[in-house]
């Protein structure tokens, strides 16, 4: 069977190469910039490899009850999308994807948004929203007969790597910043099987690294400028049209890091509305980190037309990244759909995030900026109550305990940080209380939390 349909088109010069002859870094080697998966067929307009949105629709629905592994992954069961292999028996699937959208009642009660979700990618396989761009691109790295694999991370595109390339039976190379990412994510790499190298530099340094070290070994490139790696990444779109019943929802809100994600999303929309899927995009903002904000540096400076690298530093170690491969194509995104960038500090992360975690759902501090940013917004009148608004939420809560843990004890802001937030946080915090061992004890804890005597916790 062969179900591949695509080729590669640069996003900076245009030029086309099929997917087979990208050079082993994905840059372009007319103008340097990277590939976008390019479905040449979805053009002729009434041909035979158009497909049919009413049909496509109800066979997506339908493969929720199939039996088939490929059909029971979020990603793949809209495989009519995603024709990048030669063969969809060579795909590799821990049944990523299907992540749940969740209302957010109190968050959506405090900023008189009722239609306020979150979509939830934190509960994929391992844990983030990486792993339904490792199902695409590891599948094409075994398809193209790569014994090795091999990406530079913040933690969470590494953690899926290792898990999908163990699946494969392909050896794989982490590069990571020594000291800089969360423990959670250099366990699961650990654990499955991953070679794993901290080296003392930055996520942008490991790139760097990586890079030279893929032109000169055969390791297949999993970093998110491997184009195949959006493919998958664009296919929460599908489910959030879905879950409206192909109404997009008005505003998507997601972190920006290397910004591959908010690309990617823009172009799930993007082939939804030129299919007939969906009528139109939503608003897609970009919400980065005050302390790694180039992106919005660029767009605020000269709109988009240019990034100057800053050096990152933030606790939302998953988006400490200066200097964002996938920029160009963000700024796109977010000016297409009339989208907002904007950063936040370190207090409105951490708020935000004890916020979700009030909600019963809990994600990584990454995540949060999505929360911490459309509170900004609502402030500036840029939502409006009627609208309905979507927060991907990237990672999961248990990738990163450290900081949840930090923040509950009181341990993680500094004074400087904090100012003009302290009460909230106070009433956010929930310290564990180390109480003696006598029902008594207990119950005094239970009494002590319903007077509020005990505000933030005790000691523990
Ligand atoms: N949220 C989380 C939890 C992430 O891990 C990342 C990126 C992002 C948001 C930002 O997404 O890079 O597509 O803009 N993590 C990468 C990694 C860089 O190596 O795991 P982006």
Redesign the pocket.
């Known amino acids: 069977m062969n179900d591949n349909l695509h080729q590669l088109r640069c996003f900076g010069c245009g030029t086309r190469v099929p997917g087979t002859e990208a050079r082993p870094d994905f840059r372009c080697s007319a103008c340097g910039d990277l590939f976008e998966v390019e479905y040449p067929g979805w053009n002729q307009r009434k041909g035979p490899d158009r497909p049919n949105a009413g049909a496509l629709k109800w066979l997506w629905r339908e493969r929720r009850c199939s039996t088939e592994a490929l059909d029971h992954s979020g990603v793949w069961r809209f495989r009519e999308l995603l024709p990048i292999l030669e063969s969809f028996g060579n795909a590799v699937t821990l049944r990523e994807g299907n992540t749940p959208l969740y209302h957010l009642p109190r968050a959506s009660k405090a900023l008189g948004i009722d239609q306020l979700f979150a979509k939830h990618q ?1 509960m994929n396989p391992t844990g ?3 792993d339904t761009g490792m199902t695409t691109a590891l599948s094409v790295a075994r398809e193209r007969g790569f014994e090795w694999v091999a ?10 790597m290792a898990a999908y390339a163990a699946r494969a039976g392909l050896r794989s190379l982490v590069v990571i910043p020594e000291g800089k990412i969360a423990w959670g ?1 250099l366990a699961q790499a650990m654990d499955y099987g991953a070679v794993t190298c901290q080296l003392n530099t930055d ?1 942008d340094g490991c790139v760097r690294v990586l890079t030279k070290v893929v032109k000169e070994a055969h390791i297949y490139l999993l ?2 400028v491997n184009p195949y790696r959006l493919e998958g ?1 664009k296919t929460p779109a599908f489910e959030i049209a879905e879950a409206f019943d192909w109404n997009v929802p008005d505003h998507v809100i ?11 999303l823009g172009k799930g929309f993007r082939e939804m509305v030129e299919l007939g899927l969906v009528a139109r995009m939503p608003r897609i903002s ?1 919400i980065q980190a005050a302390g790694a904000n180039p992106l919005v540096r660029s767009m605020a400076e000269n709109g988009g037309t240019a990034l100057e690298p800053v050096v990152a530093d933030t606790r939302a170690t ?2 400490r ?1 200066g200097n ?1 491969a ?1 920029w160009r194509k ?1 700024a796109r995104v977010i000016q297409e759909t009339g989208g907002w960038s904007l950063d936040v500090s370190e207090a409105e992360i951490a708020i935000a995030k004890a916020e979700i975690g009030a909600e019963g759902l809990g994600c ?1 501090p ?2 949060a900026v999505t929360l911490a940013g459309l509170k900004k917004l609502r402030a500036q009148g840029a939502v409006s109550p009627g609208e309905t608004v979507v927060l991907l939420l ?2 999961h809560t248990l ?1 990163d305990a450290d900081y949840t843990i930090d923040f509950h004890r009181g341990t993680l802001l500094r004074d400087d940080e904090k100012v003009g937030l302290e009460d909230k946080i106070e009433a956010l915090r929930r310290n564990a209380q180390v109480v003696d061992a006598t029902p008594e004890a207990v119950l005094a804890a239970v009494k002590a939390s319903v007077t509020g005597s005990a505000p933030g916790g005790g000691e523990g």
């Open positions: 934190g983030s929203f990486k990406c530079a991370s913040t933690g969470n595109t590494s953690a899926a994510k996520f970093n998110s990444q997601v972190p920006g890091g290397n910004l591959a994600n908010s690309s990617a970009v998953a988006i990244i964002p996938s963000a990584e990454a995540s990237t990672g990738k």
